[in-house]
């Protein structure tokens, strides 16, 4: 395994695409394998998305389906078909047709808007340079009230995405509409906003690495989870986004994203610029200088690449096409070293190449040692940049729950501490309880001698007060019979006194 330098500068040209008038409500992809939908996480599944019953061979633009909310052609007029598609074209590839009202069918005034319409829009030819971020950032007025948005490719278009986005009303949609459409998408572009109301969105085929499965409708699985904040895809809490490689996300958590590229497969759909010879605009038979990056066509074409040689001086080319160097003063390709993966040394790299006494010509049997090297270069790349987000989200998930973690050590020392409070409350409450309680024994006690007390004299008053009630008793017998010793005495000094006077 070797690991190839190579230095390649390619000077970018803005193409302009003509937009088409399309027309389509939004519907669910058809289901991945399991082995894909394991491998890819956040791949949409959301209810508003059921999957087709099967591949449909073709799609029939005149007709409608019944997918989205009820069924299809509820315009009641006629209505464009344009052909999409969604996924990762390597990996899988989800074919449709859209169903969309034209532009004449359509105008501001709520009375002219089509009949039968749904709260159903796509945006329509979106630049590829405008991330979803850009876009969420466009529309956050109306934000609280997209349920899901879904990007998709429109055939014809490369450099260019369409966006459907259904809405939780239809008042909310007819405001959409007249607030965005024809509205530049930022003051420093010509690029407006181009939205038409979608009829009816059918799903014709699907297309992976392995074969899709007819799982039955009735079965239920787990609701999917964000990959960036891991709650759950719930349109009742949050709007969807679904990205162009059917990877689903909260729209809150997408529109912090800046990056092009979806956070999960990293899978962009903004198409790398095709290199053109600057002078002549040809593609063919290109050289680059590795000085300045000129790009000029070869002997073949126009040799333009040569004239920048003489005009420079700069001697070294680079073949796009072979990734060979050519050195216009040795008039031969340069001997280019490589780095051994295993030991480390610098290793020749052999080649076979038959080139013109011009030093415009080109190898014409393929390097595979170079093809070799360039693929492992590749795949060297994309698993580092893989372990590096692996190793982001990692330490990002460790942050989250040591989070957590302190935040749950917080709540449980500040529950220890109120119940330690709680409970010197309680023991000094029991403490005046009971001392309140040895108070009231000392005085019960006090209060049981003080009885026994005053009962022993209860009984001793009692033996004295007999005694005098019978001493009083005896007095007055004494008393009765002195009295009535008197009383006879009295009477016989009566009858003494009379018996003297009458003689």
Same mark, same amino acid.
């Given at each position: 395994?070797?690991?190839?330098?190579?230095?390649?500068? $390619?000077?970018?040209?803005?193409?302009?695409?003509?937009?088409?008038?399309?027309?389509?409500?939004?519907?669910?992809?058809?289901?991945?394998?399991?082995?894909?939908?394991?491998?890819?996480?956040?791949?949409?599944?959301?209810?508003?998305?059921?999957?087709?019953?099967?591949?449909?061979?073709?799609?029939?633009?005149?007709?409608?389906?019944?997918?989205?909310?009820?069924?299809?052609?509820?315009?009641?007029?006629?209505?464009?078909?344009?052909? *999409?598609?969604?996924?990762?074209?390597?990996?899988?590839?989800?074919?449709?047709?859209?169903?969309? *009202?034209? &532009?004449?069918?359509?105008?501001?005034?709520? +009375? &002219?808007?089509?009949?039968?319409?749904?709260?159903?829009?796509?945006?329509?030819?979106?630049?590829?340079?405008?991330?979803?971020?850009? *876009?969420?950032?466009?529309?956050?007025?109306?934000?609280?009230?997209?349920?899901?948005?879904?990007?998709?490719?429109?055939?014809?278009?490369?450099?260019?995405?369409?966006?459907?986005?259904?809405?939780?009303? $239809?008042?909310?949609?007819?405001?959409?509409?007249?607030?965005?459409?024809?509205?530049?998408?930022?003051?420093?572009?010509?690029?407006?906003?181009?939205?038409?109301?979608?009829?009816?969105?059918?799903?014709?085929?699907?297309?992976?690495?392995?074969? !899709?499965? #007819?799982?039955?409708?009735?079965?239920? +699985?787990? #609701?999917? +989870?964000?990959?960036?904040?891991?709650?759950?895809? &719930?349109?009742?809490?949050?709007?969807?986004?679904?990205?162009?490689?059917?990877?689903?996300?909260?729209?809150?958590?997408?529109?912090? =994203?800046?990056?092009?590229?979806?956070?999960?497969?990293?899978?962009?759909? $903004?198409?790398?610029?095709?290199?053109?010879?600057?002078?002549?605009?040809?593609?063919?038979?290109?050289?680059?200088?590795?000085?300045?990056?000129?790009?000029?066509?070869?002997?073949?074409?126009?040799?333009?690449?040569?004239?920048? =040689?003489?005009?420079?001086?700069?001697?070294?080319?680079?073949?796009?096409?072979? #990734?060979?160097? =050519?050195?216009?003063?040795?008039?031969?390709?340069?001997?280019?070293?490589?780095?051994?993966?295993?030991?480390?040394?610098?290793?020749?790299?052999?080649?076979?190449?038959?080139?013109?006494?011009?030093?415009?010509?080109?190898?014409?049997?393929?390097?595979?040692?170079?093809?070799?090297?360039?693929?492992?270069?590749?795949?060297?790349?994309?698993?580092?940049?893989?372990?590096?987000?692996?190793?982001?989200?990692?330490?990002?998930?460790?942050?989250?729950?040591?989070?957590?973690?302190?935040?749950?050590?917080?709540?449980?020392?500040?529950?220890?501490?109120?119940?330690?409070?709680?409970?010197?409350?309680?023991?000094?409450?029991?403490?005046?309880? !009971?001392?309140?309680?040895?108070?009231?024994?000392?005085?019960?006690?006090?209060?049981?001698?003080?009885?026994?007390?005053?009962?022993?004299?209860?009984?001793?008053?009692?033996?004295?007060?007999?005694?005098?009630?019978?001493?009083?008793?005896?007095?007055?017998?004494?008393?009765?019979?002195?009295?009535?010793?008197?009383?006879?005495?009295?009477?016989?000094?009566?009858?003494?006194?009379?018996?003297?006077?009458?003689?």
């Amino acid at each position: 395994m070797f690991r190839v330098q190579l230095y390649k500068i $390619q000077k970018k040209k803005k193409k302009k695409t003509k937009i088409l008038r399309p027309c389509f409500p939004l519907h669910k992809k058809p289901t991945m394998s399991s082995s894909t939908a394991s491998a890819a996480a956040g791949t949409s599944q959301e209810e508003s998305f059921p999957p087709p019953p099967g591949p449909v061979p073709a799609a029939d633009p005149a007709s409608t389906s019944s997918s989205l909310g009820g069924g299809g052609g509820g315009g009641g007029g006629m209505t464009q078909a344009f052909c *999409f598609s969604s996924g990762n074209p390597r990996i899988e590839e989800t074919r449709g047709v859209m169903h969309l *009202f034209p &532009d004449d069918a359509v105008s501001s005034s709520s +009375s &002219d808007l089509p009949v039968g319409r749904k709260p159903l829009i796509c945006v329509f030819g979106v630049p590829d340079h405008m991330t979803y971020a850009d *876009f969420c950032r466009f529309c956050a007025s109306f934000i609280h009230h997209i349920l899901e948005m879904r990007i998709v490719r429109t055939d014809g278009m490369e450099d260019r995405y369409s966006i459907l986005i259904r809405m939780d009303g $239809q008042d909310s949609t007819d405001n959409f509409y007249r607030y965005f459409n024809g509205r530049r998408f930022n003051s420093l572009e010509v690029e407006v906003c181009h939205i038409l109301y979608t009829v009816d969105v059918q799903y014709t085929g699907y297309k992976g690495s392995v074969e !899709q499965p #007819q799982t039955s409708p009735v079965a239920t +699985s787990e #609701q999917p +989870s964000c990959p960036v904040c891991l709650e759950r895809l &719930d349109q009742d809490t949050s709007g969807i986004l679904t990205t162009i490689c059917n990877h689903s996300f909260h729209i809150s958590c997408i529109s912090k =994203w800046s990056d092009s590229s979806c956070p999960v497969c990293r899978y962009c759909q $903004q198409q790398p610029e095709k290199s053109i010879c600057f002078v002549c605009q040809t593609s063919e038979n290109l050289w680059m200088c590795v000085i300045c990056g000129f790009v000029g066509c070869g002997r073949y074409k126009g040799g333009h690449a040569r004239v920048h =040689w003489k005009e420079t001086h700069h001697c070294y080319s680079l073949e796009l096409e072979t #990734q060979r160097v =050519w050195d216009y003063a040795g008039d031969n390709y340069v001997h280019r070293l490589i780095q051994s993966k295993t030991d480390g040394k610098l290793v020749a790299l052999n080649s076979h190449c038959v080139h013109s006494t011009d030093g415009c010509g080109s190898c014409n049997c393929a390097n595979s040692g170079l093809n070799e090297a360039l693929l492992t270069s590749k795949v060297e790349f994309i698993v580092k940049e893989y372990e590096d987000l692996l190793d982001t989200q990692l330490e990002n998930q460790k942050l989250y729950y040591e989070t957590l973690l302190q935040e749950f050590e917080e709540e449980t020392e500040r529950e220890i501490s109120e119940a330690v409070e709680m409970a010197l409350g309680t023991n000094s409450k029991v403490q005046k309880k !009971q001392a309140k309680l040895d108070e009231c024994v000392r005085e019960k006690k006090f209060l049981d001698e003080l009885n026994e007390n005053l009962m022993a004299n209860q009984g001793i008053w009692k033996a004295k007060l007999l005694e005098a009630e019978e001493r009083e008793r005896s007095a007055l017998r004494a008393k009765d019979d002195k009295i009535q010793q008197l009383e006879e005495e009295l009477k016989d000094l009566m009858a003494c006194l009379e018996e003297g006077n009458s003689n």
